[in-house]
């Protein structure tokens, strides 16, 4: 499936190798934290409290809820824009279908990035209230009339961008290639980063693990992490050797958080951030909301944790005794 890097010499391995091994010790702990915290990060920003993957999302998650990185997704407008976005379709999330009735099924690469920008992306958020928060008073009044006021919008790769440098923290960009195919996306989205100022600040991920081997070929400094959601053997010749990557993203299933022996005796699978850790990766587990689940995690050692309630797992980090 994979190729080794046809045609690369050693004094580009090289390169690459001392390129990552910097941006590697850059990610070993949240900014300002000590190394034995745990990242707290924003499962497309705090979408508990606000739209998901918008710039409000971002800016709750860390002003007010103590995260210390944003996870958000891109896709590829019609003209070629990384616009971030979890579906590859607009209709959960926008108001498409009033705007553009004619245009079902409303695929986000049916649309250039300035018809996408024309979308409210906030009112369906009061509407639908996904996660139960504005019903249990955790939404403030002035948030509610910002989400239902039509100028919420989808953000631009570089929109977003531009708001995690403002706000100082990190962020990890996953590249949607599927269902969806996107011709150039790789090399979109690197040259947005490159051209933000914050290379140093991200980490690229991605279920489709074709585009983390061009990832690796375009910007080898750069730190990539492999999203999975079935366990992965051999973890080293796979993910480190053959992908170069530098973070091993599991769901919740592959530590065990629904299995038996949770269930029965609270148990995770340690042996899975154990094996991770001798492999040399970060371990990054999605998506985890449930409190136990969360404490749990985060005492069998794992390096993050992708949560839609950033603001749950900053009060238990800062709980005495949260510590690794």
Known sequence: MFEVMPGEDAMFRLTAAVLLGMAVAAWAAPAGASPARVFNIAHRGARSLAPENTLPAFRIAIARCGADMIELDVHLSKDGVPVVIHDDTLERTTDVARVFPQRAPWRVADFTAAELMRLDAGSW?????????????QVSADDLALFCSGRVRLPTLKTALALIKELGCRVNIELKNFPAYYPGLAEKVVAEVRQSGIADRVLFSSFDHEILAELRR????????ALVEDPVFPLKEYLVDLLGVVAYNPSRDVLGCDSIAWHREGR??????RRAREAGLEVFVWTVNDPDQLAALVKVGVSGIFTDFP???RDLL????AGR
Do not use: C, M, N, T
Request: negative net charge.
């Open 125 to 137: 958020f009061v509407e639908q209230d996904p996660f139960g928060q504005i019903r249990a008073g």
């Open 218 to 225: 375009l910007a080898p400094e750069i730190p990539r992490a």
């Open 268 to 273: 995770l699978r340690e042996d899975v951030v």
């Open 311 to 313: 603001q749950r797992l």
């Open 318 to 321: 800062h709980s005495p005794g």
